[in-house]
């Protein structure tokens, strides 16, 4: 059976933080290009690929993105999804419903060429499987033992129900039909012997740890910063609303800086706090383990633009920098991860890196900035299938991202 844990603010720091006993070297700033190989690096290792092979995607994957949303409003009426393969050749996947059939396409970039293949076929649209999601998730909830995992596959455009144990008596197709019936779309069904969890509390550069004393027991938690943010006036940390309100910041020098709580939003389709910094804060983030490499943020990609497939990163205070492939774009945790049922607007991502500490972890690509992690889902061998994160969509009002301006320069330094 599917349980919810919480996976940020829940981890006990179980020795003493401890001083530097020099001074750190300054982190490198990385530049786009830098940023770029990073992860190519990563991606060649993955896909047993060469690492000019492996950049002349991720530079595809960057090109495309206005080419799929022009395609998306193009075919609205009929979209089921879209996704990028990556076996046995790099491309494009475009589905769609009805049976009248659409010339493919071919991307061009500096880097090659990339196939955009359509497919049709798919029963209903991508719009329609996310309203029977939004419309009929207490009904699906109340037909099963345990609050599900629902999402959109964007591969067959049917609603994926996850769930973490099967009726014997009603078995996969009884249990199929019964909830096509209640939301009138064609239903994939999952069985999964996994638990999601919210990711513990970890600092003011993004990707940083970031700590606290719990007022109700008096321990210490732990989370990760995401992403530096401003509402024109203030600057300030991203984390999980479900990390501890009053968090503090060990710089690279051993001092500690704390951060004022200025609030909180995690109902829904929200886990985000924010912490007010005493300073003006650069548009950086950490992008490796050892917090030796920082990037600036240049762009950030909204989720209706992030497809299954990407190929992206996040950097954790528990598990470091790991990159993997995005699975579901329209995605709601099971149980009640979001201060009851969670929206079907989470974006899912393949393992295998995720434990607790990593909440409000910044999850991107290159120098693009796309969310901050809340939570994962975890085998029965305690393995992370995938973790889903928040897009930067649903910020609170006010407050942006800090983006790099290309015509100043930037220090290093965290604060």
């Known amino acids: 059976m599917l349980r919810r844990l919480l996976f940020g603010a829940l981890l006990l720091l179980g020795q003493p933080a401890f001083a530097q006993a020099s001074a750190p070297p300054v982190p490198t700033l990385e530049t786009p290009a830098e940023s770029r190989e990073r992860d190519a690096a990563e991606y060649a290792r993955q896909f047993g690929i060469s ?38 050749i790099y ?10 059939p659409v010339p493919d396409q071919t991307l061009t970039t500096d880097a090659g060429t990339v196939p955009i293949v359509f497919r049709t076929g798919a029963k209903v649209t991508r719009d329609r499987v996310i309203w029977a999601m939004t419309y009929h998730q207490a009904a699906i909830r109340a037909a099963l033992r345990s609050p599900p995992g629902i999402g959109l596959d964007p591969r067959s455009g049917e609603l994926v129900v996850t769930i973490g144990d099967l009726d014997a008596a009603t078995g996969t197709e009884g249990l199929k039909a019964r909830l096509e019936a209640i939301a009138g779309v064609p239903v994939q069904i999952r069985v999964l012997n996994q638990r999601n969890v919210n990711l513990a509390a970890a600092p003011p550069e993004g990707g940083a740890r970031v700590e606290g004393t719990s007022p109700d027991d008096g321990k210490r938690y732990l989370c990760t910063t995401g992403f530096n943010v401003t509402d024109g006036l203030r600057s300030a940390v991203t984390t999980a609303a479900h990390c501890l309100d009053q968090l ?8 500690i800086v704390p951060l004022a709580f200025v609030g909180q939003w995690g109902w829904g389709y929200h886990d985000v706090q924010i ?8 548009p950086t983030f950490y992008a490796d383990t050892a917090k030796t490499r920082l990037r600036a943020v240049t762009g950030q990609r909204s989720r209706t633009s992030t497809r299954a497939g990407d190929f992206v990163c996040h950097r954790g205070e528990r598990t470091g920098f790991s990159c993997a492939l995005v699975q579901l774009t329209d995605f ?24 607790g500490g990593d909440s409000g972890s910044p999850v991107f690509t290159g120098t693009t900035a796309l969310g901050i992690l809340k939570g994962a889902s ?16 649903y910020l609170p009002q006010g407050w942006s991202v800090l983006r790099s301006d290309p015509s100043l320069a930037l220090t290093p330094n965290p604060l």
């Not at 799929?68 to 009426?77: F, K, M, N, V």
């Not at 912490?275 to 650069?282: D, E």
């Not at 709601?332 to 434990?355: Q, S």
């Not at 975890?378 to 969509?393: E, H, K, T, V």
């Open 248 to 255: 503090n910041y060990r710089d690279p020098q051993g001092a």
């Open 51 to 88: 690492q000019a092979e492996a950049s002349a995607r991720l530079i595809a994957q960057e090109a495309s993105v206005p080419i799929t949303d022009a395609i998306a409003e193009t075919y609205r009426d009929r979209l089921a999804g879209i996704a990028i393969e990556h076996r046995p």
């Open 91 to 100: 491309r494009i996947v475009i589905y769609l419903t009805g049976s009248e």
């Open 378 to 393: 975890y085998r029965g061998d305690g393995s992370c299938a995938f973790y889903f994160y928040m897009s930067l969509d």
């Open 275 to 282: 912490n007010a910094a005493p300073g003006p804060l650069p």
């Open 332 to 355: 709601a945790p099971a149980g009640d991860l979001c201060g009851g049922p969670c929206l079907p607007t989470w974006v899912t991502v393949a393992g295998p890196t995720c434990k």
